[in-house]
């Protein structure tokens, strides 16, 4: 099974930047391995419908962006399958061009979307300021969203191993904008 993990923010407005902050944090913590499975992990920006070409090719996908929700707190996580979004969950009020849930809708009605799973954060701060900064509870959150996704492998089969056990989300943050969009296959 083809795999992507694709993290999707703006890394210019604060907390909106998670998904790409995240997906890098992965990339330099662990390496993945399998028989089965290749695991790609992409910066998919703000790109949205650009990346429907990209999105089609994999099997499984997870998703990490900012969501609302309703009776939500910045630092909250959810994990749910795209098809089955609990009706509480909103995409609106990200700071991206176009949606993420828009782009995954227009593949839906093509027919070709791949299993989606959605790591969908609240976030505190969106576009008071442009810094690369997290808030604190985005800092906290992330050790739900990283413990979620990699059960989420180990249940696949997917052998992870710890390549990097110092680094933070906070270092990644501070570097974000010398990376560039990858699409980097580690198995």
Known sequence: MNILILGIGNILFQDEGIGAHFIHYIDEKYEFSSDKHSVNIVD?????QRLIPLIIKFDK???VDCIDALDSKAGDVYFFDYLKA???IDWQGSA???EMLQTLNMIKMNG???ETHVIG???KRIADDTTFDLSEEIVKATAT???TLIKS?????????IRNKDITIEDISKISFKREIINDSRI
């Open 86 to 88: 609990p009706s509480e």
């Open 96 to 98: 991206h061009e176009i």
């Open 44 to 48: 998919g920006g703000t790109l949205a």
């Open 61 to 63: 996908v997870y998703v």
């Open 121 to 123: 954060v609240i976030p």
């Open 153 to 161: 492998l180990e249940e696949m089969g997917v052998e992870i191993s």
């Open 145 to 147: 969203m990283e413990h």
């Open 112 to 114: 070709d979307l791949p």
